[in-house]
């Protein structure tokens, strides 16, 4: 019914007077009041509306036909306001058009909150266990430190297996020792090769002279002969002797250290276990209540975790150093018998004896130039 009268009130014409008085309206009294309401708006709401603009979801009734003035223009909106209040009806705002946007919002931005949840969690997740690791660590960093100094300080005790120990200080002496002889064999190298380069520079010397003094050109040709023979002969000691410098590094600064890297391992596996063991047996001498317990129970744990890591470490110990023993004397019986051989042909003078140790070693000699760098990469 509402509509009905609205649908006529919006094809009514309100005629106007000149001097501003609308004619009586028999068929519905309520336009008067709304024309009157119309004109009584007050100077905020005029404002708004001059500065918003006027609204195109709301329809004006022109007074006068085609030649009414503006005066005339009242919006149906407020006419049918006014005679709804009018009437005791209660205009309920609609909540169909926003639902209908709240819902196509969540739909559109439903993905996107997903993801954004999904990786708020993600970075929360990596966050946690960044710090639980972090706490962890300063945990286990206090109870070490705090075991190395009771140790150093003899108010704490230590596992000790003496054997093992005895093996660990005997290879730290034996690289040390082997360290020394790799240093002196890098030294007589060096002087060496200065020597047979020094020789090489004579005897050219030599053979130079030998064409350009004919009176002495036997003797200067005996001596460049000479002189280029030992030459050789020391290239050929330089590469026995760089093989035996070649092996006793890898075998100092690799197989040993190696076995030494294992052996680092192991004492801090050993530090961590007497740590965890001392805190274990600081709990047991206190009070057995509900909490106590459950520290205890902890503690075993870490105990136990920490036992079996410093057991299988001191077995990975054993064996490598049982190993080593063995690629030692291999090694050295091999390198000790290549060089003393090499020595003793080259200051015998024994050319051929000489070449058949490097042939015995299966030792190839790089030519002369080898190492320069060929025409192709120089350009």
């Not at 042909?345 to 015995?360: D, I, M, R, S, V």
Request: proline share 3%; with cysteine.
């Amino acid at each position: 019914m509402a509509d009905s009268i609205m649908s006529r009130a919006a094809t009514m014409e309100i005629p106007i007077n000149s001097n501003g008085d609308s004619r009586t309206i028999p068929e519905d009294d309520g336009l008067e009041q709304a024309a009157k309401a119309q004109w009584s708006l007050d100077e905020k709401d005029l404002q708004q509306v001059m500065v918003s603009g006027p609204n195109l979801n709301e329809t004006s009734i022109v007074s006068g036909g085609y030649g009414g003035t503006a005066e005339g223009i009242i919006p149906t909106s407020s006419i049918k306001d006014l005679r709804m209040k009018a009437r005791g009806v209660n205009i309920v705002p609609s909540h169909s058009a926003a639902s209908r946007i709240a819902s196509q919002s969540a739909i559109i931005s439903g993905p996107n909150m997903h993801q954004a949840g999904t990786a708020e969690e993600a970075t929360r997740g990596v966050a946690v266990e960044k710090l639980d690791f972090m706490r962890k660590w300063g945990l286990n960093t206090y109870k070490c430190t705090k075991q190395m100094i009771s140790e150093r300080f003899g108010r704490g005790s230590r596992t000790v297996d003496l054997e093992l120990e005895a093996q660990i200080e005997v290879l730290r002496d034996t690289k040390r020792k082997y360290e020394n002889v790799l240093r002196l064999a890098r030294a007589l190298t060096n002087h060496f090769y200065s020597m047979v380069q020094t020789q090489h520079a004579l005897g050219d010397t030599f053979a130079d002279l030998s064409q350009k003094s004919p009176e002495l050109r036997d003797e200067f040709g005996y001596n460049a002969e000479t002189q280029k023979l030992l030459c050789k002969n020391g290239e050929t000691l330089l590469g026995a002797i760089n093989f035996f410098v070649s092996s006793i590094n890898t075998l100092v600064n690799k197989t040993m250290e190696d076995t030494l890297l294992t052996i680092k391992k192991y004492e801090d596996a050993r530090l961590e276990y007497d740590a965890y063991r001392a805190d274990l047996e600081e709990l047991n001498l206190g009070p057995r209540d509900a909490v106590t317990m459950a520290r205890i129970e902890a503690a075993q744990q870490q105990y136990q975790v920490q036992k079996d890591k410093y057991e299988r470490l001191r077995n990975d110990v054993t064996i490598k150093l049982k190993f080593l023993e063995e690629n030692k004397v291999k090694v050295m019986h091999k390198q000790l018998l290549l060089f003393h051989n090499a020595i003793s042909a080259y200051f015998a003078g024994n050319q051929q004896q000489l070449e058949q140790t490097l042939k015995q070693f299966n030792i190839k000699l790089k030519p002369p130039g080898a190492d320069k760098p060929s025409w192709l990469e120089e350009q």
